[in-house]
């Protein structure tokens, strides 16, 4: 199987089409009772998220039976069914709301994530912006893109290269322990400036654009990564592991990602940043 247009063009609009039914009626009217923790103050699930998930899933089920669904909630109940993903000979992997805090908050800054595997190979990846009414999307071999409300397609191509001196982008240490936490956010403050909008959804968005230089994430959980590393590949950005290696799907361990506007770049980063 491969994603052609109509395979594109039928999960975004399924994206569209569940924000629409069960993410922005909840938008600003969340009930406090509907807003639980998951791991921390800033790890939260909100019942937008899990009707969102279901409604996807639901949806996917019907229209390739057979295929693997990995949902971040369903997975946050069960970490067993991440099992299996890399060797999947079509999965599925959904965040259902990317920005889940923001969303919670009343803040206007959170997407639908969606990427389609294939043997552990991402090929597609969706992000779609329910407030903005847009998609960036990214079928391997095939470019990246946004997509606007009536179905037009604009190339996406990542920023040219600059001094790092001149760079911006994200940096996630939330999940360090010291002293690596401490370290690299030292070193962080060598860039211009910092990017951070608790929404990593909108930086991919952002990087595939060229409006910032570069992400590094310290968490590798497929539903936060997959689309987003395609589709910044895909718009012309280098991004791997920082030992050098692809970011594929079942890579769920430690480790840490990092996407720059070429290799040259990525590699000066990593150096910078993590002393590498």
């Known amino acids: 199987m491969t994603f052609d247009d109509s395979h594109m063009d039928m999960l975004a609009d399924l994206l569209s089409e569940t924000a629409k039914a069960e993410i922005m009626p909840r938008f600003r009217r969340l009930e406090k009772s509907s807003i639980k923790r998951k791991t921390s103050r800033a790890d939260l699930v909100t019942e937008g998220d899990v009707a969102a998930e279901r409604m996807i899933s639901k949806v996917l089920r019907q229209r390739y039976p057979g295929a693997m669904i990995v949902g971040e909630e369903a997975v946050s109940e069960n970490a067993a069914l991440l099992g299996g993903l890399a060797d999947a000979d079509l999965a599925f992997v959904i965040d259902p709301i990317d920005g889940t805090f923001n969303f919670a908050s009343g803040l206007p800054l959170f997407c639908v994530m969606l990427a389609v595997t294939m043997k552990g190979e991402t090929v597609a990846g969706i992000i779609h912006d329910p407030v903005g009414g847009d998609w960036v999307l990214a079928a391997r071999?095939?470019?990246?893109?946004?997509?606007?409300?009536?179905?037009?397609?604009?190339?996406?191509?990542?920023?040219?290269?600059?001094?790092?001196?001149?760079?911006?982008?994200?940096?996630?240490?939330?999940?360090?322990?010291?002293?690596?936490?401490?370290?690299?956010?030292?070193?962080?403050?060598?860039?211009?400036?910092?990017?951070n909008y608790r929404c990593v959804a909108h930086e991919y968005r952002l990087l595939a654009q060229?409006?910032?230089?570069?992400?590094?994430?310290?968490?590798?959980?497929?539903?936060?990564?997959?689309?987003?590393?395609l589709i910044h590949a895909e718009a012309g950005g280098h991004v791997a592991k920082l030992d050098g290696t692809p970011y594929r799907a079942g890579d769920a361990s430690e480790g840490r990602i990092l996407a720059a506007p070429d290799f040259d770049s990525w590699r000066e980063l990593r150096r910078m940043l993590w002393d590498i």
């Open 141 to 195: 071999g095939g470019g990246s893109f946004v997509r606007d409300a009536a179905g037009d397609l604009t190339p996406t191509r990542v920023a040219d290269p600059v001094p790092v001196s001149e760079m911006t982008g994200a940096l996630s240490w939330q999940f360090l322990a010291e002293p690596d936490r401490s370290r690299v956010a030292a070193n962080y403050t060598r860039c211009l400036a910092p990017m």
């Open 210 to 229: 060229g409006h910032a230089d570069f992400g590094c994430y310290t968490s590798l959980m497929p539903w936060d990564h997959l689309a987003g590393t």
